[in-house]
């Protein structure tokens, strides 16, 4: 029953706000057209605003979970037109706060133990309330200051009814308009699915925290605040209380005597860290989000809240997209084209030629730009739009980087408008690409690998055996690809060692007259560390 009413109440949202117009401008089959034609609302009911607008007021009007959605949708500006998207980035999930007295209810029970014992002070006051959880502040025991964050009641079953009627809509309008189908609206419901219900375990989200700390713990770019374990659990978590400015509070930036053009360059510098150094980012850093420390004028500090949203890469998405980046401030189109086929973002049969024509058309006129001006989200965006011409799928960890790097940009830039974002990443590109073929990343990969490989060390000669024979008699396509890539990491690897053991073995060997076993055992070792390296590469 509760879900029939609130199919009416979505149903009487798209009449308020005309959603119905928005339909009418696709190709819908001709009896469709005849209803929405005849609908009495058309007369009733006037259209004010553009589409993004009207879209922007009935996710509000629908509530926090739907708003939510479309902060989600706002990010896949692969399927949205610029103009809808930035309507729809502007949603904020700010709703009313629950009572305070169901708040210490919900802590006592999740903590086994009253709020008069867990907290020295607790302020019944939210501090901030939103559609997830709810913040009040409270002191310890101990002494220490804190925020306590508590689930809001219910949230679960709310979400599971709107996830059900989203998809309902979904089925619904790709019936009704083919074209629409191209948005793939199920598949953005399911990524948004993973998200919400991913913010509902708060122990989640302190172990977020607690990595992002460790990650920046020597460092000054960025505090993390500190995760009380012992009075968190996925219902409630407990964290240090900061006293920040809000990055978006110019006025008091300025008023503290911190440099916004030093703050807005340690933002990108952050963030490139986080992606390239550990690999682990901070995704949801939109303004509430982020604050400035104001006891460090002279060495700025970013401080962060709210860890429910991380993103990661692998080891090999971290090396194609830097170099892909690399290449495009080069303009080597072809190489960007390459490397979206050997990354696997592309089909293998992907025609390289066409697919660098139509990335030089996108990426010239952004040339055109002072440098300063170049966005790298803007980029980014323009060469996954164009990408998807040519069949490339979506890949959820680059949604959320680029998600999280337009974030980080519109920061930056209302910061210091003239901020140079290639200026300040390139160096931390080269410096990350230094590292991976330096000495000591060899060195470390190889000890990383050492047990497998010294384990595996007796089944070489039948490797090779294996190797050699299918050489000779290669196997048919299928089963070839059925056990291809392990036997081939096995097989990399352990050749590999046998190089760099054969090198090891080799040098120390006194043979007189022979000027050939240093050179030769030094080009033995360094193919081995160059296979042992690639293959930590794929």
Not at 17 to 39: E, K
Request: aromatic share 8%.
């Amino acid at each position: 029953m509760k879900a029939i009413f609130r199919s009416f109440s979505i149903l009487r949202v798209i009449i308020r706000y005309r959603l119905d117009v928005a339909l009418l401008g696709y190709a819908l089959p001709l009896p469709v057209r005849l209803i929405f034609w005849c609908m009495p609302w058309r007369l009733l009911v006037p259209v004010r605003g553009n589409v993004g607008q009207r879209l922007r007021l009935a996710l509000i009007d629908l509530g926090p979970v739907f708003v939510k959605f479309g902060q989600l949708l706002s990010t896949r500006r692969d399927m949205l037109d610029d103009e809808l998207a930035e309507q729809l980035a502007t949603l904020l999930d700010k709703v009313p706060a629950f009572d305070s007295q169901q708040s210490k209810r919900l802590i006592e029970q999740a903590l086994k133990q009253t709020v008069v014992d867990a907290f020295a002070e607790f302020d019944d006051e939210p501090l901030a309330s939103a559609s997830v959880a709810q913040v009040h502040s409270a002191r310890l025991i101990s002494g220490e200051a804190v925020v306590v964050k508590i689930i809001r009641p219910g949230i679960r079953r709310t979400i599971e009814r709107d996830l059900k009627l989203m998809r309902l809509v979904a089925k619904v309008i790709n019936a009704a308009v083919p074209d629409l189908r191209r948005l793939r609206l199920h598949d953005v419901i399911d990524e948004y699915e993973k998200t919400i219900l991913d913010e509902l375990d708060l122990q989640r989200e302190a172990g977020n925290a607690s990595q992002l700390r460790r990650n920046f713990e020597n460092s000054n770019l960025l505090y993390i605040p500190k995760m009380y374990w012992h009075l968190s659990n996925p219902s409630v978590l407990v964290q240090e209380r900061i006293y920040g400015v809000p990055v978006s509070d110019i006025v008091a930036i300025e008023k503290a005597g911190i440099s916004r053009q030093e703050l807005a360059k340690r933002g990108v510098e952050i963030f490139f860290t986080q992606v390239f150094r550990d690999s682990f980012f901070h995704a949801d850093m939109h303004p509430g989000n982020i604050f400035v420390n104001p006891s460090l004028p002279n060495d700025p500090q970013y401080m962060a809240v709210d860890f429910g949203i991380v993103g990661s890469l692998s080891q090999e998405d971290q090396t194609y997209l830097a170099r892909i980046l690399l290449a495009f401030f080069n303009r080597d189109y072809r190489q960007i084209a390459q490397l979206h086929v050997d990354c696997g973002w592309l089909p293998a049969d992907t025609k390289v030629h066409e697919f660098e024509g139509a990335i030089r058309g996108v990426s010239e006129p952004i040339f055109s730009k002072p440098l300063a001006e170049i966005s790298f989200a803007q980029v980014l965006l323009g060469l996954f739009q164009t990408a998807r011409r040519f069949n490339m799928q979506v890949q959820p960890q680059l949604v959320l980087l680029q998600k999280t790097m337009l974030n980080i940009e519109g920061l930056g830039r209302q910061l210091y408008p003239q901020l140079n974002l290639w200026e300040t990443a390139q160096p931390i590109l080269e410096e990350w690409f230094k590292r991976q073929v330096s000495p000591k990343q060899v060195y470390r990969q190889l000890k990383q690998e050492w047990p497998d490989l010294v384990q595996q060390l007796p089944y070489l000669p039948g490797l090779v055996h294996d190797a050699l024979q299918q050489s000779a008699h290669p196997l048919p396509i299928t089963a070839s690809v059925k056990k291809g890539p392990k036997a081939k990491g096995h097989w990399s690897g352990l050749i590999g060692l046998v190089f760099v053991l054969a090198a090891a073995a080799l040098h120390p060997i006194p043979i007189a007259n022979q000027v050939w076993v240093a050179p030769v055992s030094t080009v033995l070792g360094l193919i081995g560390i160059l296979i042992l390296w690639n293959r930590g590469n794929h």
